[in-house]
């Protein structure tokens, strides 16, 4: 923002004050606003977009903490400074708790470059405040980021944690199911880091066989061993200057894992079959579908190298637990591949999304997007219909409450299916929390927010 769109209030009773604070302020090229009473500076307050606020502590009228009050529970990104002469240096200091910005002393000694020098970075602190919170907004109701799909109180988390870090070099361990999304939030944080524009090398542990794994990731020399032919680059070198992700970091061989950490920590490593030490320069994004402890406990990941791997660690929630994303996510792959293979597929009714919402999705996103493609090659109408999905057609969808009528009432809308599922299985288990929770393969404390936000009476449903 240029300093002529910056509107500054001064609020001093001393017409000479005022009037010296606002001709300097004018020459600097901010555009400012004069008041005598704090009434007056309220007023002008109320009615302009003001940025800033010079306001002395005694005024003829009412006090100058309160006329302070009064801007910053209007607008609290306005920042005030106070002025206060010095038997009122306490005063000042009460206000700056109560969310003054700063205070300078009226005294023989007052320097207006003392001012400026607090104005410009009151302003500064203003500008970073709007920045975060106009972030923070955006992140809050964003549905797509990165090509990650999700607009759960969970996902955006994610967004945020991914927004705070990409532009460090620490290592992050990303930690989730099979099909949660894992590769997208590494993908997210390589090419939102200062390191975008260098290479992105991703090596899949598991897939990988032991005896090589080594060799692929630090190279080795002509003769190393067996079948080697010839000198051979690895690929934390390919990675130099940009990002290395190990993907499944807990099925790497333990007895590899030791170099690795010495590669993390000394940032060198030598080929197999060599003595040259060789410099390199990567951030390691790892992840895992393995809970850490559980891998530590049964001896597959070394905790040293945990420590060092998961300076940050993101947690990705399966897809039964972000279950609101459901619709979001069929549409975007529904019309992805009715685009891709050319299908005029419009929709999905209200009881295939009822099928949709029933499934325990064990295989998480990866799961819905297969069911969804082969959905869109199978679909025989202008919507997606239960019958076009790869669920048992005769019976309820596998891990669904056994017993509960799945025929959907015209008109319901997605809620209501959900809700409707919540009570059915409720009944089935005579209000077992619990088992209800097991049989929609949720958690206990996401079926209890979800009777909340329902405003479900358990007790009447189970006698009724």
Excluded at 368 to 390: F, H, M, T, W, Y
């Amino acid at each position: 923002m240029e300093k002529k769109d910056i509107r500054i209030l001064v609020v001093d009773d001393e017409p000479i004050m005022a009037d010296s604070l606002k001709q300097n302020l004018v020459e600097e090229g901010y555009s400012v606003d004069t008041a005598a009473t704090g009434a007056e500076a309220i007023e002008l307050f109320d009615q302009g977009g003001h940025h800033l606020a010079i306001c002395d502590l005694r005024l003829p009228d009412m006090d100058g903490l309160e006329v302070m009050r009064h801007m910053k529970d209007a607008r609290a990104l306005t920042e005030v400074i106070v002025l206060t002469g010095h038997a009122t240096v306490a005063r000042a200091v009460e206000a700056t708790r109560a969310g003054a910005f700063d205070f300078v002393e009226k005294d023989s000694n007052f320097e207006f470059e003392t001012l400026l020098r607090r104005i410009e970075n009151a302003l500064k602190q203003r500008a970073l405040v709007t920045e975060n919170a106009n972030m923070l907004r955006q992140l809050s109701t964003r549905s797509e980021y990165f090509n990650i799909i999700g607009s759960a109180k969970s996902m955006q988390t994610i967004y945020e944690t991914i927004e705070s870090v990409a532009k460090s070099d620490a290592n992050v361990l990303i930690v989730g199911e099979s099909g949660t999304g894992k590769e997208l939030i590494a993908n997210a944080i390589h090419y939102q880091s200062l390191r975008s524009k260098k290479p992105f090398i991703k090596v899949n542990c598991a897939a990988l066989p032991k005896e090589l794994i080594e060799s692929e990731l630090f190279g080795h020399t002509k003769g190393a061993f067996t079948g080697a032919h010839a000198d051979k680059e690895g690929l934390v070198q390919h990675a130099a200057g940009g990002s290395l992700m190990l993907d499944e970091i807990a099925e790497m061989p333990v007895e590899l894992q030791p170099k690795l950490l010495r590669v993390l920590q000394e940032r060198s490593y030598r080929k197999i079959g060599s003595e040259k030490t060789y410099a390199v320069d990567f951030r390691l994004i790892s992840s895992t579908n393995r809970p850490p402890a559980d891998a530590i406990r049964d001896g597959l990941l070394r905790d040293d190298l945990f420590y060092r791997i998961s300076t940050i660690t993101i947690h990705v929630p399966p897809l039964r637990d972000r279950s609101e994303d459901i619709q979001l996510l069929t549409e975007h792959f529904l019309q992805m591949y009715a685009q891709k293979y050319d299908r005029p597929i419009g929709g999905v009714s209200q009881a295939a999304y009822q099928r949709l919402f029933g499934h325990p999705w064990p295989g998480n996103v990866r799961e819905l997007q297969n069911v969804l493609e082969r959905a869109v090659l199978l679909a025989k109408g202008s919507r997606i219909e239960p019958v076009d999905l790869p669920f048992d057609n005769g019976s309820l969808p596998e891990g669904s409450p056994a017993g509960i009528a799945w025929d959907v009432p015209p008109n319901m809308t997605l809620e209501d299916i959900e809700r409707l599922v919540i009570e059915k299985t409720l009944q089935r288990t005579s209000g077992n929390k619990q088992a209800a929770a097991n049989l929609l393969g949720i958690y206990r404390p996401r079926l209890y927010s979800k009777i909340r936000k329902y405003n479900i009476d358990v007790t009447a449903l189970v006698s009724a």
